[in-house]
């Protein structure tokens, strides 16, 4: 299945990155935990490369406990790293892990006798969450925010507190979406406009996903004796349980897939980390 989405605002988009890079201080990388390392965009690492970096697993809540703390504890070899659900004890932790990533320069500057506002870029994937982050740290409604990819376009300058600025930028993939298990993990999680996509043959993509990686949550989610069968057979019974069915008799497959996306990005068939800590490898191993 081939999936690629790159439309004419994010090429801008890396080109104002290019931009505005040089009044940032520290990097906010909001990755999904769900897929840590899909999420993760290999197209801006020359740009970011030389800014002290902080990864926020966001969706911590949607993702799987134990293999969210085994993501912090590998990140944490590359960075600060924040497991995050918006919440006010995490508002707190964001703010000063951005300032104490930022704390080198804030001394150099109060040696010249300057009090430094830092700058901190927050960037990520299409609907990871980098509105949702913002609005936590500035304790309000700053940026936009909506359940689906695409909705900030242009970058948004958000002013925390005196000393502190978050700048928004739109959600980035890249021109090549490979390999193609890297581009389905991006569309099983929504950073992937669902109109340009095949609705049914992503949902049987990701019933084998399901199946390979949690079998018991897939099977007592929709009550299935048995997970045998192609993906196509998968969602024909998961629809037909769910009642449904059109006219005629015929089982609207289509429906079934809406719905099956939906509830595994809401997390109601459980909470599921796709990519495993253990299966990847360190960068420079």
Not at 35 to 57: F, T, W
């Amino acid at each position: 299945m081939d999936i690629q989405w790159y439309p004419g605002h994010m090429a801008k988009a890396r080109r104002t990155l290019m931009n505005e890079i040089k009044l940032v201080d520290v990097v906010v990388e909001i990755l999904d935990a769900r897929i840590p390392v899909a999420s993760r965009n290999p197209d801006i690492e020359d740009i970011l490369e030389l800014r002290p970096r902080i990864y926020v697993l966001n969706k911590a809540d949607l993702a799987e406990e134990k293999a969210t703390r085994a993501w912090s504890e590998k990140l944490g070899r590359q960075g600060a790293t924040l497991p995050f659900v918006s919440t006010a004890s995490n508002r707190k932790k964001a703010a000063q892990m951005i300032s104490d990533a930022a704390a080198k320069e804030v001394r150099r500057m109060e040696q010249k006798g300057v009090k430094k506002t830092v700058r901190a870029l927050v960037i990520g994937i299409p609907n990871v969450g980098k509105s949702t982050f913002i609005n936590c740290v500035a304790g309000g409604t700053r940026a936009r925010t909506a359940d689906r990819p695409g909705v900030t376009r242009g970058k948004q300058w958000v002013r925390v507190t005196p000393y502190l600025e978050l700048l928004d930028m739109p959600g980035l993939l890249w021109p090549k979406l490979t390999p193609e298990r890297v581009a389905l993990d991006l569309a099983f999680v929504g950073a992937v406009k669902d109109e340009i996509m095949d609705t049914e043959k992503l949902a049987m993509a990701l019933l084998l996903r399901l199946r390979e990686r949690e079998p018991d949550c897939l099977a007592a989610r929709y009550k299935l004796d048995t997970l045998s069968g192609e993906g196509e057979e998968l969602l024909e019974r998961i629809s037909k349980k769910r009642g449904m069915i059109l006219s005629g008799g015929r089982v609207d497959t289509l429906r079934g897939a809406q719905m099956l996306l939906d509830e595994f990005r809401n997390g109601r068939i459980g909470r599921i980390t796709l990519e495993k800590p253990e299966e990847t490898i360190d960068e420079g191993e």
